[in-house]
């Protein structure tokens, strides 16, 4: 039996859907974007917040506040994911994408609670809300520069598989969601009903932690090595299978690291093939996995067909 190791290669002839270098860039300018939107957010909510006084204005300045610390920990942590592997870390260094998952979800988690307090505080101590319509304004104005991020992230996270950018997308997708709110708690506070200002901050408190549970989650998958999704485990499946020479496959394991699907198996091929047509074989297989996954990293382990009977 032959084990060929067919790691760290991408699709020949250009085929690949998408270079490295291309993906890095991309990478990078995402977490760049991230950073420039939450400080120019948090500058847009201080102005929001001190002309109102409104509570959930403040939950969603301290939320951008988190986001700015989550995204420089993301911007430091995809750097580090994109150095190539090395002697020491012969898989590379994409498991750091989930560690900044994980801390993200720490400043997710803190900035929820704190917000908790200030708005029971608030509701035991009322106060009135001033200067609604610029309040408004800004809150629009978040609305739209988060959307606009959110655009890029996804589709940087649809080439990529990113954990970290999809963490990062996650609570700024709940950003989006929570704007949205604070805007109508304007409106009904103006209307004559401030009551509803700090409960549509303990509700938006909620879907933080919320958020912040399902980063958790994904990360310690990612850290623990779960399985991949079963869609994607038979469609390598298929791939092996639809070789002529290949007689069967087995012993399947599969994990994600940061945006590489690390995959290995048994591929059953005839006993009396020579050497260098097995190995062939499996590059074929591999060129083939690379084109339907541009970021996997393959090892194929040969077995005779039928086995030996001992």
Known sequence: MQEVPVSEKKAASGKAKQQPGDTDRLLKLTTYASVATA????????????????????????????????????????????????????FGHGKAEALAGLGQAMFITGSAIFLLFHSVDRMLHPREIEQVSIAVGIMCF???????????QRYTVKRTQSVAIKADSLHYAADLFTNVGIVLALMLAQAGWPGIDPIFAILIAFYVLYSAWSIVV??????????????????????????????????????????????????EIDRDLPLWQAHDVAEKIEQELLLEFPEVDVIIHQDPYPPQVV
């Open 39 to 90: 400080v120019i957010l948090i500058v847009a909510k201080v102005f929001a917040w001190g002309a109102s006084g409104s509570l959930s204005v403040l939950a969603s300045l301290i939320d951008s506040i988190m986001d700015a610390a989550a995204s420089i920990i993301n911007l430091v942590a995809v750097r580090y994911a994109l150095i190539p592997a090395d002697d020491d870390h012969k």
């Open 142 to 152: 978040s609305i739209a520069a988060t959307a606009i991020l959110l655009m890029l």
């Open 218 to 267: 994904e990360s310690v998958n990612d850290l623990l090595d779960k399985e991949l999704p079963e869609s994607v485990q038979q469609a390598i499946v298929e791939v092996v299978e639809s070789h002529k020479d290949v007689r069967g496959v087995h012993d399947l394991r599969t994990r994600q690291s940061g945006r590489n699907k690390i995959v290995q198996f048994h591929m």
